[in-house]
T-cell receptor, first 114, second 114 residues
Framework: QQPVQSPQAVILREGEDAVINCSSS?????VHWYRQKHGEAPVFLMI?????EQKGHEKISASFNEKKQQSSLYLTASQLSYSGTYFC???????????????FGKGTLLTVNP | GAGVSQSPSNKVTEKGKDVELRCDPI?????LYWYRQSLGQGLEFLIY????????KSGLPSDRFSAERTGGSVSTLTIQRTQQEDSAVYLC????????????FGPGTRLTVT
């Protein structure tokens, strides 16, 4: 089932902060975050795993509330380079562990203006 | 090192023709994924390969779509009897394993069915 992202779009001035939320109606084992700039391929930002483990490359922070089945991405002191569409994805494995699916939300369009 | 490559980058085809899209994953990546992104839309998961095996083909939009992966490397996505609604960007991604590993996306193939 597709996770729900909010807001759908946000416009910031450089230096402002933003929070992007991702929620699911089903139990989450992990949440993946990707950013896609216009005309480019999505780029990995972070994976948040059940139990608190996180993997990511950039100086971006995020939270994962397993009980509430929600994740939030925190963008602080935004830069022009943060502009793009942010997607969260939720995993599903079959019971045998042989099949995997990552379902993405519809995305949040972030625009950072000078 | 080399990233994920896809070919062709653009494909224009007439309705009813068959098309074949190719994906070369990063060397050593065992997991491979295909996604579809329609104009202004999110990422629609199509299929997952672990090695050469795709345990679940239910994400493929119709039986006109098929995918295979040979030698644990190159994958092809074939669309038979293309329809206008097949027009989209088809993205391929690969990862070292799956689940906890980040996906690296290719640049995509833009398919236009006239």
């Amino acid at each position: 089932q597709q996770p729900v992202q909010s807001p759908q779009a946000v416009i910031l001035r450089e230096g402002e902060d933003a929070v992007i939320n991702c929620s699911s109606s089903k139990a989450l084992y992990s949440v993946h975050w990707y950013r896609q700039k216009h005309g480019e391929a999505p780029v990995f930002l972070m994976i948040l795993l059940k139990g608190g483990e996180q993997k990511g490359h950039e100086k971006i922070s995020a939270s994962f509330n397993e009980k509430k089945q929600q994740s939030s991405l925190y963008l602080t002191a935004s830069q022009l380079s943060y502009s793009g569409t942010y997607f969260c994805g939720t995993e599903k494995w079959n019971s045998g562990g042989s099949n995997y699916k990552l379902t993405f939300g519809k995305g949040t369009l972030l625009t950072v203006n000078p | 090192g080399a990233g994920v490559s896809q070919s062709p980058s653009n494909k224009v085809t007439e309705k009813g023709k068959d098309v074949e899209l190719r994906c070369d994953p990063i060397s050593g990546h065992t997991a491979l994924y295909w996604y579809r992104q329609s104009l202004g839309q999110g990422l629609e998961f199509l299929i997952y390969f672990q090695g050469n095996s795709a345990p679940d083909k239910s994400g493929l939009p119709s039986d006109r779509f098929s995918a295979e992966r040979t030698g644990g490397s190159v994958s092809t996505l074939t669309i038979q009897r293309t329809q206008q609604e097949d027009s989209a960007v088809y993205l391929c991604a690969s990862s070292l394993g799956s689940g906890k590993d980040e996906q690296y996306f290719g640049p995509g193939t833009r398919l236009t069915v006239t």
